[in-house]
């Protein structure tokens, strides 16, 4: 892990675990502590030393001349001096805790997201980006505060309660004890608070916070459709149920902490309710009036001192809760397993791709197991193209996902060129493939530094080259700066079947040899459609592919076709075969058909009503896909009249 090690105890998520998180600098946190003690005992001098010069004043019943100036002078200077001291002490506290806190917060977030880069790409999948960046960003900067500030209050607030005692019982033993009734009974409501409900309140919380994140980044990234569709928030029901849940929830509990709450202020600051009666009692009582009354006023003016340390003592009894909770986030996302890589790794000699009895299971969020795949065995020969169709949820993508590693396979293997692909360096294995998936992800940065994301000491005419093969070359000529254009700026934007270009810019740029293929153009519009398929010819030849068919016309030529449903493969052949099998190839080529026709009959009815206005002659409207099938021949550049 680097400089950050896991926590070897899953149930160790306390103030060791923070300290195995500072490293090194624990000895700088002890010692901010400490300082923090001192700082904390020196912040009293000034009450004592106030309380002397009260007593000299009054030591001389009213007559200034016999006050001892001299006296009163070292006292205020002491007083002076505990309070800059205090301030001075309390200072070099923080500035040690600080940097504790500021060296610790970017090392766990370092090697957290240096850990998130070794993971399976399945985890990023499975894992929302609102939750992770929640880990990320929040419960580390919880971390931050705790150290950089809580810490050393608590430190002061363990050796106050010492001081105070002292000094409660040196100057007037039975008005120290009345003092200390309210700070027992303070003590006995915080445990009351803090014990039961509330870790488990702050786990909740934590939680709802990010359903909320992640609830509220969905329906970010989904504005736009909001916006076409004239909607409000309750289109994403997600994002308002989870923003009521959250209030419901902690209304709840902060309604349920009312009177605790209330009863612990009231406790913690009743020290004048019972020091004053106590005071009228005792002073009839009181062998010395003077000295009684002296002690009397230092009570008073010292009672809310005791007040504000119970009330640090809680804040931070409350954070640590809150550390402890984020402590067991991170951890959480530490022991994320990361890929594990090959002892002997070996390298593949050919790109053959095999399923040898594979059966892959989800797990869901009530941790049962989901079955994605069952027995599934296969072989993609070296330089041919296999296609995945099926109903929804038959397991075509999970396919595509388990041969770059997303997951792991539960049993059986996948090899490639008869290597298993786990005795496969990972850098290695993806370096054979790219994959082209329906969801496209362009930086905010130049479509030349997009198209060299797999190769980024690609040469300029290279990446040129590769953007020509793609077929982007009209997308360039009409941006005001051609490749260097940044997305996303100045009005700058492409549509979905541009930035599949792009994408496929990218491929054809790294040129693997295997290509894992999520047709893309069910979504497009004809032109883009037709440039995107000669952008796939070019990308697949000579290669190995396997891609997930949503448009069956676009696999009627290729090599394969495996059938799937529920995790099984039902049937395996080319089209024709298939066709004349009758199965369930045949009933979604027959229902694809019938769709087709229907379109292009109502499309044709629509346009012979408007033939005087000159539009083409539909009787030779057909399926653009159609037209420019993927031919065994790949060599040859696909024919758009054809």
Request: hydrophobic letters at 45%.
């Amino acid at each position: 892990m680097g400089r950050m090690k896991l926590s070897e105890n899953k149930e160790n998520h306390g103030f060791s675990r923070l300290m195995e998180l500072t490293g090194k600098l624990k000895i700088l946190l002890i010692l901010g502590c400490i300082l923090s003690a001192i700082g904390s005992v020196l912040t009293l001098g000034p009450f004592v030393y106030i309380y002397f010069i009260i007593k000299e004043i009054l030591m001389v019943s009213g007559n200034i001349s016999l006050v001892n100036t001299d006296l009163l002078i070292s006292y205020g200077w002491l007083a002076l001096i505990f309070a800059v001291s205090g301030i001075l002490v309390t200072f070099a506290a923080l500035m040690c805790t600080h940097f504790v806190a500021f060296k610790t917060i970017k090392n766990v977030r370092y090697d957290l997201l240096r850990h998130l880069t070794t993971l399976p790409l399945g985890f990023h999948t499975m894992n929302p980006s609102g939750k992770i960046r929640k880990i990320v960003e929040t419960n580390t900067i919880q971390l931050e505060d705790y150290i950089a500030h809580r810490l050393p209050d608590l430190a002061g607030s363990m050796v106050m309660p010492f001081a105070i005692l002292i000094l409660l019982m040196y100057f007037d033993w039975v008005l120290g004890i009345i003092c200390l009734l309210p700070l027992i009974a303070g003590f006995a409501t915080l445990y009351s608070i803090m014990k039961g409900s509330s870790q488990e309140f702050l786990e909740i919380y934590q939680n709802s916070l990010e359903d909320m994140n992640n609830s509220a980044v969905e329906y970010v990234r989904g504005i736009s459709v909001v916006k076409v569709f004239g909607q409000t928030i309750y289109s994403f029901k997600n994002f308002y149920d989870s923003i009521i849940r959250y209030k419901n929830y902690v209304l709840e509990y902060a309604l349920s902490m009312e009177k605790a709450m209330s009863s612990f202020v009231t406790t913690i600051n009743a020290a004048f309710f019972l020091l004053v009666p106590a005071g009228i009692i005792l002073s009839s009582l009181a062998t010395n009036y003077e000295s009684f009354v002296l002690s009397f006023i230092f009570y008073v003016i010292f009672a809310p001192v005791t007040a504000s340390m119970l009330m640090k003592i809680m804040y931070t009894a409350s954070d640590q809760m809150m550390v402890s909770e984020s402590l067991k986030k991170i951890d959480a996302l530490f022991n994320e397993k990361p890929l594990k890589e090959p002892e002997n790794p070996q390298t593949p000699e050919n790109n053959d791709i095999a399923f040898k009895n594979v059966s892959f299971s989800y797990i869901s969020e009530d941790k049962n197991k989901e079955m994605a795949l069952e027995d599934i065995s296969f072989k993609v020969d070296e330089g041919k193209i296999i296609a995945l169709v099926g109903p929804s949820g038959g397991g075509k993508t999970t396919i595509a996902n388990l041969i770059p590693r997303f997951w792991d396979v539960d049993e059986g293997e996948i090899t490639i060129g008869g290597v298993n692909i786990k005795e496969i360096v990972y850098p290695e294995l993806m370096d054979r493939m790219s994959i082209v998936f329906q969801d496209i992800y362009l930086l905010k940065d130049s479509i030349l530094n997009n198209i060299k994301l797999p190769k980024p000491d690609a040469t300029r005419e290279e990446v040129l080259e590769a953007a020509r093969l793609a077929q982007c070359e009209d997308i360039l000529e009409k941006l005001p700066d051609g490749i260097d254009t940044v997305i996303g700026t100045k009005g700058i934007y492409l549509s979905g079947g541009e930035k599949q270009r792009i994408t496929l810019a990218r491929a054809i740029l790294k040129d693997s040899r295997i290509i894992i293929f999520d047709e893309a153009t069910a979504f497009a519009d004809p032109e883009n459609e037709y440039k995107i398929q000669l952008a796939f010819e070019e990308l697949t030849k000579n290669k190995t592919v396997i891609m997930i068919a949503h448009r069956l016309s676009s696999i009627k030529n290729v090599d394969e076709i495996l059938v799937l449903e529920k995790g099984k493969i039902l049937e395996s052949g080319t089209h024709d075969e298939l066709v004349k099998n009758d199965g369930l190839y045949a009933k979604m080529w027959k229902e694809y058909q019938s769709g087709l026709s229907w379109d292009v009959g109502k499309q044709t009815e629509k346009v012979n009503k408007n033939d005087d206005n000159g539009l083409p002659d539909p009787g030779n409207l057909q399926d653009v896909s159609s037209s420019y099938e993927i031919r065994n021949d790949r060599n040859k550049g696909a024919d758009p009249n054809a």
